[in-house]
Antibody, heavy 121, light 107 residues
């Protein structure tokens, strides 16, 4: 079935780095844009980043611009998020999510199970 | 950035009741509006896209309407399994933005 399985996450100190992965199966990964969305403890959903189906561009929320990098490996059906210069306020559950259709980005029809990132000294 | 204002932030209703949530965009987003359901400890679930189209497999008691800046989400016959937080989200342009969420409980 169509699914996204996440790995990575953990507890790190401020200023450190972490890499999240999201393995796709059950659909043609290389045909869809992908996103990262995060949710701080007890808070709402915040969009983080988007990458088109071919990886030709990357888009970021202002809060992570210059610190986070989204990428994808279409040969391995995997999406990545590199988190650098982490701050306490980056503490959240991070979800990967798939675009519903190729023609218009932003309707997120399939979500990963989430990965907890805790930034604490 | 487009701001999404969702209300109420929480509500309590009885099984079988009709529940309505509203979402207002800070600018015209046409019908580029989605609704998600999130249960505690789980990932969001995609319910409605393009303001009013039901995702495959979603029960028909869920519905959405609206365009431009004002949108509504309705559960027509509230069931115990509908206890969750519901979010609207615009995808007229990036950055994608979400409403603050509405927590739905059973009275």
């Amino acid at each position: 079935q169509v699914q996204l399985v996440q790995s990575g996450g953990g507890v790190v100190q401020p200023g450190m780095s972490l890499r999240l992965s999201c393995a796709a199966s059950g659909f043609t990964f290389s045909s869809y844009g992908m996103h990262w969305v995060r949710q701080a403890p007890g808070k709402g959903l915040e969009w983080v980043s988007q990458i088109p189906f071919d990886g030709s561009n990357q888009y970021y929320a202002d809060s992570v611009q210059g610190r986070f990098t989204i990428s994808r490996d279409n040969s391995e059906n995997t999406l990545f998020l590199q988190l650098n210069s982490l701050r306490v306020e980056d503490t959240a559950v991070y979800y990967c999510a798939k675009d519903q259709v190729r023609r218009k980005t932003g309707a997120l029809d399939i979500w990963g199970q989430g990965a907890m990132v805790t930034v604490s000294s | 950035d487009i701001q999404m204002t969702q209300s109420p932030s929480s509500l309590s209703a009885s099984v079988g009741d009709r529940v309505t949530i509203t979402c207002q965009a800070s600018q015209d987003i046409s019908n580029f509006l989605n609704w998600y359901q999130q249960k505690p400890g789980k990932a969001p679930k995609f319910l409605i896209y393009d303001a009013s189209d039901l995702e495959t497999g979603v029960p028909s008691r869920f519905s959405g309407s609206g365009s431009g800046t004002h949108f509504t989400f309705t559960i027509s016959n509230l069931q115990p399994e509908d206890v969750a937080t519901y979010y609207c989200q615009q995808y007229h342009n990036l950055p994608l933005t979400f409403g603050g969420g509405t927590k739905v409980e059973i009275k």
